[in-house]
T-cell receptor
Framework: TQLLEQSPQFLSIQEGENLTVYCNSS?????LQWYRQEPGEGPVLLVT???GGEVKKLKRLTFQFGDARKDSSLHITAAQPGDTGLYLC??????????????WGLGTSLAVNP | NAGVTQTPKFQVLKTGQSMTLQCAQD?????MYWYRQDPGMGLRLIYY???????DKGEVPNGYNVSRLNKREFSLRLESAAPSQTSVYFC??????????????FGSGTQLSVL
C-alpha cells in the first residue's frame, strides 16, 4: 500500500522565518505534487516534481524531489501571512487494474503570524 | 474564468434525507472526481469519471451515487444521509485520467452536516 506521510502536522511561525515541511514514503512515486489549501477553499496545485533530485522554485518556495523519488520537501523562505494554509502532497498510484488515482498525504497546517 | 463550480456551499440535512451535490467545469476536461475531506483522514476519493459516459468507484463509495450528466457536469447523490457523511465535499477535474503529472482543479467545496 502506498502511503505519503507529511511532517510536521502543524506549524506556527512568525512572519519572516524560514521553514521546511516534508512528504515521505517507503514507495517510489513517478511524480509528486504539492497543493496549498486555504480555509474554505479547495486545494490549488503549486508544483509537480517528476525527476529524482529535481529542485523547483516558485518565488520564495523551493520544492525538492528526493533522488530515490520516495520523498519531497517544501522550503519557504521569509514566510508571509499569505503563506498560511494547509500544504498537501500527492502522488499517482497504480493499482492492479491500472486505474490511476492520487495518493494524498494528510497535510501540514501552516500558520504565519504577523 | 469559473473553473470548477460546486453547489451548494453549505447544507444541513437530517438523517435519512436525500440530496444531490452539483458540480460543473468549464475547462473542457475529460475526467471528474468527487472527494470528501475529514480531519485526520485527509482527502478520500468517493467516485470518479474518467470520461463522459463512464463512472467508477473510489475508496469510499458506500452510501453515494454519481451521474456524469455530460462532459461538463458530475453530480453526487446521497440517497439516505447518515451522520457519518458529515464532511466537506470537493469536486475536481483534470484534462484526462490521472497520469504522471496530470493536474487536478478543485471546486471550493460543500460543507455538509447530517444531524
Amino acid at each position: 500500500t502506498q502511503l505519503l506521510e507529511q511532517s510536521p502536522q502543524f506549524l506556527s511561525i512568525q512572519e519572516g522565518e524560514n521553514l521546511t515541511v516534508y512528504c515521505n514514503s517507503s514507495s517510489v512515486f513517478s511524480s509528486l505534487q504539492w497543493y496549498r489549501q486555504e480555509p474554505g477553499e479547495g486545494p490549488v496545485l503549486l508544483v509537480t516534481v517528476v525527476t529524482g533530485g529535481e529542485v523547483k522554485k516558485l518565488k520564495r518556495l523551493t520544492f525538492q524531489f528526493g533522488d530515490a523519488r520516495k520523498d519531497s520537501s517544501l522550503h519557504i523562505t521569509a514566510a508571509q501571512p499569505g503563506d498560511t494554509g494547509l500544504y498537501l502532497c500527492a502522488g499517482p498510484s497504480f493499482n492492479a487494474g491500472n486505474n490511476r488515482k492520487l495518493i494524498w498525504g494528510l497535510g501540514t497546517s501552516l500558520a504565519v503570524n504577523p | 474564468n469559473a473553473g470548477v463550480t460546486q453547489t451548494p456551499k453549505f447544507q444541513v440535512l437530517k438523517t435519512g434525507q436525500s440530496m444531490t451535490l452539483q458540480c460543473a467545469q468549464d475547462m473542457n476536461h475529460n475526467s471528474m472526481y468527487w472527494y470528501r475531506q475529514d480531519p485526520g483522514m485527509g482527502l478520500r476519493l468517493i467516485y470518479y469519471s474518467a470520461s463522459e459516459g463512464t463512472t467508477d468507484k473510489g475508496e469510499v463509495p458506500n452510501g453515494y451515487n454519481v451521474s456524469r450528466l455530460n462532459k461538463r457536469e458530475f453530480s453526487l447523490r446521497l440517497e439516505s444521509a447518515a451522520p457519518s457523511q458529515t464532511s466537506v465535499y470537493f469536486c475536481a477535474s483534470s484534462v484526462r485520467e490521472l497520469v504522471k503529472d496530470e493536474k487536478l482543479f478543485f471546486g471550493s467545496g460543500t460543507q455538509l452536516s447530517v444531524l
